[in-house]
């Protein structure tokens, strides 16, 4: 990483979908940050809150600034969890086909979608806000959207995230959960 570091609060993704939901959630609730797009090294757990918080700590002691990112993921209940922590690679693999390839004889397809930040306010201090939607995998992809947006129906509706669009989606999503936590936090305590 080469980039020159400004000495402000810091959102590292290499994700642009991720960077720009969370610019709005962020913008509207009074939070500024700057954008650093830089990959980095992630653990292997089972748990996204032990691998955001790891990530955290880890970039904290690079950049020696405050920061925050997020680790999210799908979780198919059917599939013991899977892709899990595992999402990013899953989709950039088998995609939205493989993972309905693999749903194609499954009757229950309850999963959820999990976010989770972890803010580093130094190294020891790392702070985690956790969001949590329940839904289901639509049976064919509907709608256009990044990621598993066309294939993730959330709680009661009939639209897949896709097909909500990014407003709608905004207002009930596991990120917009995640980060109205962590913005509420941080105006009183960050
Ligand atoms: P960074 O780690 O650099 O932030 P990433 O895309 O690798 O970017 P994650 O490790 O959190 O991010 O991977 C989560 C993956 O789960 C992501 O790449 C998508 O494929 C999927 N995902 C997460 N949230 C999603 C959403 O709101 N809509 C669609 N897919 C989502």
């Not at 709005?24 to 609730?29: A, E, Q, T, V």
Request: hydrophobic letters at 35%; one cysteine or more.
């Amino acid at each position: 990483m080469n980039q020159k570091i400004p000495s402000t609060l810091l959102f590292v993704t290499s994700n642009p979908n991720k960077e720009l939901e969370v610019r709005k959630i962020l913008n509207k609730n009074g939070v500024s940050f700057q954008h650093m797009d830089a990959n980095y090294q992630e653990i292997q757990s089972s748990s996204l809150k032990t691998i955001a918080a790891e990530s955290a700590r880890c970039l904290y002691e690079q950049l020696k600034n405050p920061l925050f990112l997020e680790d999210s993921g799908l979780f198919i209940e059917q599939l013991g969890g899977f892709p899990g922590p595992y999402s990013s690679y899953v989709y950039k693999t088998i995609g939205n086909s493989g993972v309905l390839k693999l749903m194609s004889n499954i009757g229950n397809r309850t999963s959820r979608f999990e976010s989770v930040v972890a803010y580093a306010e130094n190294h020891k201090n790392i702070h985690l806000f956790s969001g949590i939607v329940s839904g289901r995998i639509a049976d064919k992809k509907r709608g256009k959207g990044w990621g598993f947006d066309p294939i993730f129906i959330p709680g009661n509706c009939d639209e897949t995230y896709a097909e909500m669009g990014i407003e709608s989606k905004q207002r009930v999503s596991h990120r917009y959960i995640a980060f109205t936590k962590f913005s509420d936090w941080f105006k009183t305590n960050g």
